[in-house]
């Protein structure tokens, strides 16, 4: 499928993709959400790390596309949010690590798709908020969900029910990015943690994503078991078998995601 509104490049088995409406500010309509599940569902079983920015120097994703949305009634508002919320389910369940890196404005559905990675590199530029109450409407892709999460019951209170925004700093203290650099160094910064990631072992990196993500809701007993489960499993595979053997005879592992 050719995309109107993706921008894609892969390199070293790390895939950068750019939402590129620029003149909306990356704002998310249907047809981009459309063309992020299709590439979602089709992305390339060699890539090892998924990297998600905006175009642009203004903003990442500015949000939900009002205009869009201002007409729809309730059957039709409960549809568009299910949708954006699948394909944001998508990104957080891919077998691989999601990078964010956040140039600019995150707000509303923007942030929520940040939510959604594994982890958030944001220049000093960046803005993050859930600003739908002053709309009319609450976040629709997760938010009230992930936020939550992720800043703890309190922070996504204050900033849902106020609407404010925070800088990238504020963000930083309250643990919704892992990083804050300058803008010229943002893409820089991501593609060495996704570099740092790639250099592992693939299964183990996967398996730690799903342990990860399965283990948060369960009671300790659960998760604890669980993850001996996901653990015993990699002795199953060649890479554990590479991974080792190249620590005990002190040399460098190549693992083949085997």
Known sequence: MDYNFL????SEAVCT??????????????????????????????????IITGDGEKSFVAGADIS???????????????FGASVFRKIETLPIP??????????????ELALACDIRIASNRA????????????????????????????????????GHAI???????IGLVNAVCEPEQLMKE????????VKNAPIAVKYAKECINEEYDLPADEAIAFESRMFGKCF???????????????????????
């Open 167 to 173: 800088k990238a700093d504020e963000a930083l203290r």
């Open 17 to 50: 993709l750019t939402i590129s409406a620029p003149k909306s500010l990356n704002a998310l309509n249907s047809n981009i959400l459309k063309e992020m599940d299709d590439f979602l569902t089709h992305l390339d079983k060699d890539i090892r790390v998924l």
């Open 68 to 82: 869009e949305m201002q007409p729809l009634n309730a059957a039709e508002g409960e549809r568009f949010g299910a």
């Open 127 to 162: 803005k993050f908020g859930q600003p739908e109450v002053g709309l009319g409407i609450i976040p629709g892709f997760s938010g009230t969900y992930r936020l939550a999460k992720i800043a703890g019951m309190g922070v996504a209170k204050e900033l849902i029910y106020t």
């Open 190 to 197: 991501a593609m060495i943690m996704a570099k740092r990631i």
């Open 98 to 111: 999601v990078i964010a890196a956040v140039n600019g404005f995150a707000l509303g559905g923007g942030c």
């Open 7 to 10: 921008k894609i490049n892969t």
């Open 236 to 258: 199953d595979t060649k890479d554990q078998k590479a991974g080792m053997t190249a620590f005990l005879t002190k040399q460098e592992a190549h693992f083949t995601n085997e």
